[in-house]
């Protein structure tokens, strides 16, 4: 549970550990999300959507998180995309 460790004090490496498992569980679902077949009727609107509109989302899910936790997430998840 990323958002428990990230309201305790816990030690460096508790947090490294726990996004170690936190990475390969995303990684994981990110490769099955990728071996799917888009269909085509959903191409149009698939193409359009953006991860830092995900982004946007998750950081309302979680308004509480300090700038110094959110800026290094926002950063890998969404460095990839074209605004």
């Known amino acids: 549970n990323i958002a428990g460790v990230l309201k305790t004090d816990s030690e460096?490496?508790?947090?490294?550990?726990v996004f170690g498992i936190y990475r390969g569980r995303a990684v994981a679902v990110i490769a099955r999300l990728?071996?799917?077949?888009?269909?085509?009727?959903?191409?149009?609107?698939?193409?359009?959507?953006?991860?830092?509109t995900a982004w946007d989302l998750i950081r309302r899910a979680y308004p509480d998180l300090a700038p110094a936790v959110l800026k290094p997430i926002e950063d890998h998840l969404c460095k990839f995309d074209v605004i």
Do not use: E, F, W
Request: net charge positive; hydrophobic share 35%.
């Open 34 to 52: 990728n071996a799917l077949t888009v269909p085509r009727r959903l191409r149009p609107a698939h193409d359009r959507i953006k991860l830092h």
């Open 12 to 17: 460096p490496d508790t947090y490294a550990a």
